[in-house]
């Protein structure tokens, strides 16, 4: 059991633009496993054990780095809507980039989902274009390690975008639906059971593989990823359900308390230490008057924080700010993604502030 834990433990590969890019030791061991498939299928044609590892050493590298750059193409879509990236997770099946929270609309869900395998394609032709160029200069293992490249993100972009999440076509589907007027929680849960569908079709294919016609690797492949989604699949529809039974009272936090009065300078020296989070209720007497955003703060020079106050630069509060203690967590998250602050006070039954959602 240890070995299992072990195995599954991450490490931190390195930092592109101050996201932290990880991978665990099953990584590691994909890593090996393809280089050592690719070099023995090269190596008849180059005919050096020695230089076969190399070359495909360096293509599984390259395939890889192609993996983390469909994922940081998401990171990138995603900071321009204004979504923090907590981290970029690669694994032997392909890679994951996580959130602080979920998108705030279906137009910015749609754009991060779909930027991954655009990359993925720009990709794909980018290799093709120099297989040409390869097959041109009569380079042939060259142009073979390049068509196999190309092939493999080609499919990485289509394999991805099949309808069912947490694949990026379950992504796009999940944004369409929520466009269309699904309440998101409800969205994802009927796109997590189209991704399991699908992880059971690439099981069955995979069986199908190994067995009907004795593609042993490719088969045992197909099942592992079939496997995996569909275990990725079902957490993911758990931990919705879970969320959509339980009230904003079981998860809501005490947060520092942020005065009305109080310069930005004092805030940000003072406070905002206390609580790393990316927005603060502003209240006094436990009345809320208003949600100060990070963001918000970002808008003032620096020069200004001693002069800018917290009530001159907060949000003032709307009905869309606060919800009723009791209130289910499914529908306080739902009320987050539409205020623009993606952060709710709680309120109870007398209008005094009790809590916060962030």
């Known amino acids: 059991m240890r070995f299992f834990r072990d195995i599954k433990r991450q490490v931190e590969l390195v930092r592109v633009s101050g996201i932290p890019v990880r991978a665990d030791q099953r990584w590691f061991l994909a ?3 393809m280089a050592a498939i690719t070099a023995v299928s090269i190596n008849a044609k ?28 998401h990171a990138l879509m995603a900071r321009l809507e204004k979504l923090d990236v907590v981290e970029i997770v ?13 998108p705030q609309t279906p137009r910015a869900e749609f754009r991060i989902a779909i930027s991954g395998p655009a990359a993925s394609f720009v990709l794909a032709v980018a290799f093709a274009l120099l297989m040409t160029a390869a097959n041109a200069g009569e ?7 390049l068509l196999l490249l190309a092939l493999a ?19 796009v589907l999940r944004a369409y639906l929520w466009r269309s007027g699904k309440d998101l929680n409800e969205a994802t849960i009927l796109t997590g059971r189209c991704g399991q569908v699908i992880a059971v079709g690439l099981v ?21 990823t079939g496997f995996f989604l569909f275990d990725s699949a079902r957490s993911i529809i758990m931990a919705v359900q ?5 009230p904003v009272d079981d998860v809501m936090i005490l947060p520092p308390s942020v005065r009305p009065e109080q310069s930005l300078q004092e805030f940000i020296d003072h406070t905002l230490p206390m609580g790393r989070q990316r927005a603060f209720p502003v209240a006094a007497d436990n009345q809320l008057f208003g949600i100060l955003t990070l963001e918000d703060i ?5 020069d200004d924080w001693r002069r800018a106050t917290v009530k001159g630069t907060m949000r003032p509060v709307t009905d869309e700010m606060v919800v009723e203690i009791g209130t289910p967590l499914a529908e306080a998250r739902e009320i987050m993604r539409r205020n623009g602050v993606t952060a709710v006070g709680v309120i109870d039954h007398e209008g005094r502030l009790v809590g916060f959602l962030v």
């Open 139 to 145: 380079l042939d293992i060259l142009r073979d390690l």
């Open 204 to 224: 069955t294919l995979g069986a199908f593989f190994a067995i009907g016609r004795g593609q042993i690797f490719t088969g045992f492949w197909a099942m592992l």
């Open 298 to 302: 970002k808008e003032v020079p620096r």
């Open 31 to 33: 890593l090996v496993l």
């Open 153 to 171: 993100n080609f499919l990485l972009a289509v394999f991805n975008l099949l309808p069912g999440y947490p694949l990026d076509g379950g992504r």
């Open 90 to 102: 690669l694994h032997p099946f392909g890679g994951l980039t996580r959130f602080v929270h979920e």
């Open 242 to 246: 879970k969320i959509s039974g339980r």
């Open 46 to 73: 180059v005919g050096n054990w020695a230089a076969s590892m190399t070359l495909a050493a360096a293509a599984t590298f390259i395939f890889f780095l192609s993996i983390f750059l469909h994922e940081f193409a």
